[in-house]
């Protein structure tokens, strides 16, 4: 057997998030300048990372200063699942995607985020969401 994920479930305290370097009540952040997304799954694919149609959910991107700010959605048909998760597999990856413009340069096409920590989830079900 390999594993493939290991973890540890337990209650938590709440602690307050990380102080936002954008506010969240403005959405896209005021400033914030649109960043084309058209073609991102293709390029990918060239780099090898053919991504499925649940897993293409980038809808839009930002910069913000050093920021990248975006927006992903889940298919229509992948939306009746979201309840049955905390954060849909194919959200958290597609939200992921934005890394591709500005952390990520050109020579590290095969970067793909491993290790998580401090990971705290706040809300369940999603369908769609915004990260910055």
């Known amino acids: 057997m390999t594993p493939h994920a290991s973890g540890v479930l337990a209650p938590g305290t709440p602690s307050p998030p990380p102080s936002p370097t ?16 058209d073609g991102v799954y293709e390029r990918f694919a060239a780099a090898g990372f053919v991504y499925g149609p649940a897993f293409q959910g980038l809808t839009a991107v930002w910069r913000h200063g050093t920021d990248i700010c975006a927006e992903a959605r889940l298919p229509g048909e992948q939306q009746p699942d979201a309840g049955r998760y905390g954060l849909h597999p194919a959200l958290l990856d597609s939200v992921l995607h934005s890394l591709a413009f500005g952390v990520l340069d050109d020579s590290e096409q095969g970067w793909l985020p491993f290790t998580w920590t401090g990971v705290r989830l706040h809300a369940v079900g999603a369908s769609a969401c915004a990260c910055a």
């Open 22 to 37: 954008v506010d969240p009540a403005v959405w896209p952040p005021a400033g914030a300048e649109p960043v084309a997304v």
